[in-house]
């Protein structure tokens, strides 16, 4: 995420979990997307950095510096291993979840109450969407074959619909890179298979306080801020729509996004 930063990593049961650590203080487990890096939060962290947070930002397995050696890709295995990361370095802690990490930080909140003292979920998928039959089709079959990671790479890009970041093509290609080694393609296309339904059947259990933030023109979803209010209601939280932004909202509008995000762990905090 930062350069000569160092690279930690938690043993799972088949395989390593990346993550760096930052900062002292109150602990935050930053959880990136399916197809992104732990870089995903490189506007996001050195602002809870600077309010005196402790931010570990993580990779998800088959992604980035966690291996792509275990044989599950799904929420449930990312939720398993947000909490191992937050036990690793002693919780109770903030998780921050954008995509399919939302869905992995809201199952984590559900299994264990006492390891996640508050949620920010970022685009969250912790349904599954409703999707036109034809387009379904068509994205398990674009994720279906070797050129999987090609096609993400090059469909990554319109989930930016409206404030582009200096460094997406740089960031980009890092993603590419990482899904050229061997075994990550295959990590990656395993989990855009998985199902998001065991987090949507746990939602009530979720206890920790929740702030929602929905880009408002997130093509990832039909109504984007229908489906951020639907959330929001569900987990009895606050809801932050953002005007312009897409999937990726802490990189497209980070001088919103992150403010908003600092002062939702500060009230978290506060209570602890």
């Known amino acids: 995420m930062s350069a000569g930063a160092e690279v930690r990593h938690v043993q799972r049961p088949g395989g390593r979990i990346a993550y760096e650590v930052h900062g002292s203080g109150p602990l935050v487990v930053c959880v990136p997307g399916m197809g992104e890096l732990r870089s995903s939060y490189r506007r996001t962290a050195p602002l809870l950095v600077q309010a005196g947070f402790r931010v570990?930002?993580?990779?998800?397995?088959?992604?980035?510096?966690?291996?792509?050696?275990?044989?599950?890709?799904?929420?449930?295995?990312?939720?398993?291993?947000?909490?191992?990361?937050?036990?690793?370095?002693?919780?109770?802690a903030v998780v921050v979840g954008n995509s399919m990490g939302a869905g992995a930080a809201a199952w984590a909140a559900a299994e264990r109450p006492d390891a996640v003292s508050g949620l920010v979920l970022l685009g969250p998928f912790v349904r599954n969407p409703t999707m036109n039959p034809l387009l379904a089709w068509a994205f398990r079959a674009a994720m279906a074959g070797p050129w999987a990671p090609r096609v993400w790479t090059s469909y990554l890009p319109k989930l930016y619909p409206g404030h582009r970041p200096d460094d997406l093509a740089e960031h980009v290609a890092a993603v590419s890179a990482s899904m050229r080694r061997p075994g990550y393609a295959a990590a990656f296309?395993?989990?855009?298979?998985?199902s998001h339904a065991p987090v949507e059947a746990r939602l009530d259990e979720v206890s920790a306080p929740t702030l929602v933030v929905m880009g408002e023109r997130?093509?990832?979803?039909?109504?984007?801020?229908?489906?951020?209010?639907?959330?929001?209601?569900?987990?009895?939280?606050?809801?932050?729509?953002?005007?312009?932004?897409?999937?990726?909202?802490?990189?497209?509008?980070?001088?919103?996004?992150?403010?908003?995000?600092?002062?939702?762990?500060?009230?978290?905090?506060?209570?602890?």
């Open 189 to 194: 296309r395993a989990t855009t298979r998985t």
């Open 56 to 92: 570990a930002a993580m990779d998800l397995r088959g992604h980035g510096g966690s291996d792509a050696t275990f044989d599950r890709y799904d929420d449930v295995a990312a939720g398993e291993d947000v909490l191992a990361v937050v036990a690793e370095l002693g919780g109770p």
């Open 218 to 272: 997130d093509p990832d979803f039909p109504d984007p801020a229908a489906e951020g209010r639907w959330v929001a209601q569900r987990l009895r939280g606050e809801l932050l729509l953002v005007p312009g932004a897409g999937h990726y909202p802490q990189v497209e509008v980070p001088g919103t996004v992150g403010p908003a995000i600092v002062e939702f762990a500060q009230r978290v905090s506060a209570r602890a």
